[in-house]
């Protein structure tokens, strides 16, 4: 055992060293939390697992994806409101393990329902209900953890959890009956007992959050452009899962999950090998045309509807992973309360979800000539375009998104080799140990949220600088 281990562990609880030790060995496991809680979404919302005669039960998944999400967006609203008391908690065992078992124990109510609908509605909607507001208390905690590293490193958890993900889904739907719904069921619990292993070696924050600062204006309108195009990705998919078979519905959403691996894989190889800034951000605009493309194929080609519901279907998974990125990016920037932007930004998620649903689902049956349908998709269709292209184009993630200096770790390092290097008489060796040291400096940094320029100034102090130097160097 390291000194650094015994330091940390000096003191603590038996089971709270047991921790510290378990997420020394793999550091990356409380990141699987959140691939648990991508997971149990895709397998709740597309899939026919916990339905029982799945033929006959069509509007059962539309049902149960209008409670939950309702009572997640609602809950994530309580919690935006607030986050000083919230963030108090969110990282606790207790409050972890309490989100996890409320979600697990939704789950087993909804099952329980199944297709008896009409006789257990009231079981069947306190189900959804629960399992809106037991993942709403993880999702938290998913936004801690991500908005607590530098955004590069956040967009490479985000995009291994959503692959991680993927392969949950897919091992649930080939699982034989009745363990796909032992795993749908534990699969909340499994988020929660990885996010436990992270919150016991979690820094205390310096800046305290009641000092944390407010998010900018254009955060508002970011927000507002993500509610118009979760409404508008959500209303082809909301007409199509509420008159398809749940079994339909499973084989539409394995489609869309292959298609979005493929897409992950992708972008995971082009942000490895390329080594210079990546304005990922950016990725926004493409992605919200094919979403209004794909409403437009859903309305004008009902034959290829199908098509449109999965087209949209990757589009709107890369999409939430852009707005994960940029939610950790503004947190990490500004220093803004995590609690608040995330918990606001998945709340109007899940809000214009849940509109753009239960509007598809008011109009499921339609055909092209009805007016009701041609209005809902033409004021969806311009609502997208005012928002995309006036109320927050793209120059304004710029403006929303400043530059982070060190942005890219790696770079970090081969920086300050090439600055070093350049010293006389000073070989590679101690170029690439010095640049490693600032390295580890600037992670120290980010666990204690210090600002860019007191962790420049720590990076100096490490380096055996006096103060006078210091100041002299940063021009203090």
């Known amino acids: ?42 397998v709740a919302y ?34 935006a409101c607030f ?12 409050f972890l393990a309490s989100a996890g078992a409320l979600a697990a124990l939704g789950c087993v109510c909804v099952v329980q329902a199944g297709s008896l609908l009409v006789s257990s509605t009231a079981l069947f909607v306190a189900g959804s209900c629960l399992t809106g507001i037991g993942t709403a208390a993880l999702s938290i905690n998913a936004g801690l953890l991500l908005c607590a590293v530098r955004p590069r490193q956040a967009l490479r ?17 080939g699982l034989p009956d009745p363990f796909d719904l ?59 899962r509420a008159v398809v078979s749940p079994g339909q519905l499973a084989e539409d959403g394995s489609i869309t999950t292959l298609l979005t691996v493929v897409c992950l894989v992708a972008l995971l190889l082009f942000i490895s090998l390329r080594r210079r800034e990546l304005n990922f951000e950016h990725l926004l605009y493409p ?21 449109g519901v999965v087209l949209v279907g990757v589009a709107f998974q890369l ?32 809000l214009g979800v849940t509109m753009g649903d239960a509007l598809g689902a008011r109009c499921a049956g339609m055909g092209i000539e009805d007016a009701p349908l041609a209005t809902a998709v033409f004021v969806l269709l311009f609502a997208a375009v005012i928002a995309v292209f006036f109320v927050f184009p793209e120059r304004q993630v710029d403006k929303l998104l400043l530059p982070i200096p060190d942005e890219d770790d790696e770079g970090v390092a081969s920086a300050d080799a090439s600055e070093v290097s350049a010293v006389e008489g000073e070989d590679a060796t101690a170029a690439e140990h010095r640049g490693r040291w600032k390295q580890l400096c600037m992670q120290l940094g980010d666990e204690r949220q210090l600002t860019e320029r007191e962790k420049e ?20």
């Open 83 to 94: 986050s000083q008391a919230v963030s108090k908690v969110a990282d606790r065992p207790w």
């Open 182 to 240: 032992a795993l749908f069921v534990a699969l909340p619990l499994l988020s929660a007992a990885c996010f436990v292993v992270g919150s016991a070696q979690r820094a205390k924050p310096v800046v305290q959050e009641s000092q944390r600062l407010k998010p900018s204006k254009a955060f508002g309108l970011f927000l507002l452009v993500v509610c118009v195009l979760s409404a508008a990705a959500n209303f082809g998919k909301g007409m199509h």
């Open 1 to 42: 055992m390291s000194e650094t281990r015994c330091e940390r562990e000096l003191g603590k609880k038996p089971w709270t060293q047991m921790l510290l030790r378990l997420d020394d060995d793999m550091p990356l496991l409380k990141y699987f939390g959140f691939a648990c809680w991508v997971a149990w979404f895709s």
């Open 457 to 476: 100034v720590l990076v100096m102090l490490a380096r055996g600088y006096g103060s006078q130097s210091i100041s002299d160097a940063l021009t203090i």
């Open 287 to 307: 992605m919200a045309l094919v979403i209004i493309l794909s409403l437009s194929v859903t309305f004008f080609f009902p034959g290829s509807a199908v098509v």
């Open 46 to 79: 597309s899939s026919s697992v916990w339905v029982e005669g799945a033929e006959e039960t069509a509007p059962v998944v539309s049902d149960m994806f209008l409670y939950s999400t309702l009572s997640h967006a609602t809950a994530l609203l309580a919690c």
């Open 319 to 350: 999409f939430d992973v852009v707005t994960w990125y940029m939610f950790s990016y503004i947190v990490y920037q500004s220093k803004a309360s995590a609690v608040q932007v995330v918990a606001l930004g998945r709340a109007i998620i899940a």
């Open 157 to 173: 958890v985000i995009l291994y959890c959503e692959l991680l993900a993927a392969l949950l889904q897919f091992m649930v739907l």
